[in-house]
């Protein structure tokens, strides 16, 4: 079973560092999860109970295993992972990050890794200077409005706002025409045209020097759209 994509929702940003530039004053964001959304997803994909969690401490490290039941092997499958220390509570940090890195091993969350560079521009009020350093009001918070995703589980749009709803960073993803590959429905679309038109599959490929439909650029399945469609209304 897949686990599904993070939604919104369950994506918090942290302030990873609050710099200043020759023009202004912002923030670098990094988008995370917490232990509960781990759960969430586990109970949701395989059921409260076909998943279990355990931890252990190898060479004074401690470590978190996720074991998932596996039906068919009628067997416990493990993925374990280390914790790093919380600057607060150590033992509980240990174990939630532990958890986390473990979860990340099985899927959830992976997605994170995708993410663009996100910098925000602060606002007067929304930092403060203490002799050489600065540092974020407290009251300035920041949460994911939208994301979405491609079909290779990769985040291509992101939108954030901040406490009052306002939009602060927004990204897109710009891959062009010629460099983006086609997409797993954009396939299945492509295959049923070469089937009811009755094209030559190879000859087909060859023309456009590729192996496989996956491999085509999007400009290049506008082009073999076209022309499939216009063989479909002649036939």
Known sequence: MNIRLLKASEIECRVQSV????????????????ARVDMKLLDETYGPKNWQRTHEVINGNLFCNIEIWDEEKKCWVKKQDVGTESNTEKEKGQASDSFKRAGFNWGIGRELYTAPFIWVDLKDGEYYERGDRIQLNPRTKFSVKSIGYNDDREIASLQITDNRGIVRYDWVSHMQDHQKLVSKSEVAVLEGLINKTETDKKKFLDYYKVDKPESL???????????????????
Do not use: E, F, R
Request: a positive charge; aromatic letters at 6%; glycine letters at 2%.
């Open 19 to 34: 710099k200043k530039t020759k023009t202004s004053v912002g923030c670098i964001l990094l988008l995370y999860k917490d």
């Open 217 to 235: 650029t999007a400009d290049q399945y506008k082009h073999a759209i076209a022309v499939l469609n216009k063989k479909n209304a002649t036939t």
